[in-house]
Structure formats: C-alpha cells, structure tokens
C-alpha cells in the first residue's frame, strides 16, 4: 500500500508541494511505485526518492546511515521527541532509541519516522546493554559541571548520544552511566535550550568530523 500523503498535509503557502504524476513511459526499476508514479508523489523526500517504494528508500539509507545513534528518555511524553526524529533522519543516524514510554508524538517528525529506524527500550540499563552489545560509546548530553564543550571535543565514531527531556534533562542514572558528558556553548541568560535543538547541535558536530562530506545531498 502507498504511503502517499495528500495536499492537505504538505503544502507550502497553500499550494500542494511534490510532484505530480510520471510523464512519458513509465521506469522499469523495481524500486519504483506505481502507484506513485499514476498518482504523483506528494511525500516529504528529497528528489533522488521521488517515485521509490518506502522500502526501497529504506534500503537506500541504510547504505547511506551513519556510525552514530540517538537515544533520548521518555519519561513525561516529550513532544521533542518527533524533532530528534526529524533531525536524526536528515543526518542520517543509524537508529533513535526511545527510553521510557513507548507512545510518543510523531507530529514534529513530519512522517519521517517512517524512513527512520526507532528502538524502544523500557529504561537506561537496556540501553547501555545495547550500546555495549554493538561496541558503541554513550555519549550523555547535559550542561552540567564536569562536562566538555562539543564543540572542541572529540567525539567518538561509533557512539550513541544520550538525550534527556525537556525541562529536567538527563536522569542520574543515565548522567552517571556515560564515559563522556558533553555540553552546547552558551551565551545568553536561559539555563539550557530546547531538547530538539542540542539534538541537531550535537548531531552536526558528528557530521563535522565524521561524514563524507562529498555523500550529501
């Protein structure tokens, strides 16, 4: 079935965004919808996955996804949740894991949840299980004493930053469970910023020293 999403949900100045249906002969490529391609494709995806199966995109990018994963507490339903998702897809993450509650709002995603891999797991001790079952350092995100600037530290490759929610950060037992803690340099008067925002902060400061650069859109 295809995941096409009508103009009433991407639109720009209310004009409908995407493509409309395929010109000319069709494309024998598997990875091609037909049903996208009779229907036009409305989706939010960049232009090489225009017309693809979902799965097939799928595939794609997990040719493309990177050494680092996301991890973030779910403790009070944050609605962050949907942005670290958004961002995560962007910079190709390998996957977002959910710690804490399973539901959470998918709205600030704008549907890329569904080109995004997502683990749940019911508290921290199941992630660091995971990251040490897959050789990954946690790297806890938090503006507390003792922790390094991002900005000049050295982040490891293969990693998975460690997230709190919104207004209370990260939980002790999340904070103490991380070889390394890393802060976002600020200048202004508030205490911390929004947890979708250190999100891609701390995300691109990977892609600054890790990505092939020349492999971006």
Same mark, same amino acid.
């Given at each position: ?43 939010? @995806?960049? +232009? !090489? %996955? ?8 799928? $595939?794609? =990018?997990?040719?493309?996804?990177? #050494? ?42 704008? @549907?890329? +949840? !569904? %080109? ?8 921290? $001790?199941? =992630?660091?299980?995971?990251?040490? #079952? ?84």
């Amino acid at each position: 079935m295809t995941e096409v999403v009508g103009p009433t949900e991407w639109e720009f100045g209310g004009e409908p965004v995407g493509v409309g249906p395929w010109s000319g002969e069709w494309p024998s490529d598997p990875r091609y919808d037909p049903e996208l391609l009779a229907g036009g494709d409305r989706r939010n @995806v960049v +232009d !090489r %996955y225009r017309y693809w199966r979902r799965d097939a995109v799928i $595939a794609d =990018l997990d040719r493309r996804r990177h #050494d680092f994963h996301v991890a973030i507490e779910n403790f009070g339903h944050d609605h962050n949740i949907g942005t670290v998702v958004r961002t995560a897809n962007a910079f190709a993450a390998r996957a977002v894991h959910i710690i804490g509650r399973r539901r959470w709002n998918r709205r600030g995603a704008m @549907v890329t +949840d !569904r %080109y995004q891999h997502i683990e749940h797991h019911p508290d921290v $001790a199941s =992630l660091l299980a995971f990251a040490a #079952d897959h050789d990954l350092t946690v790297v806890a995100v938090d503006n507390t004493p003792g922790s390094c600037r991002v900005e000049t530290a050295t982040l490891p490759r293969r990693c998975v930053f460690l997230f709190g929610q919104e207004g209370p950060g990260l939980t002790a037992p999340a904070r103490e469970a991380a070889p390394l803690v890393v802060s976002i340099a600020q200048f202004g008067s508030t205490r911390s910023i929004n947890a979708g925002v250190a999100a891609g902060i701390v995300m691109h400061a990977w892609i600054r020293q890790h990505a092939n650069l020349d492999k971006a859109w």
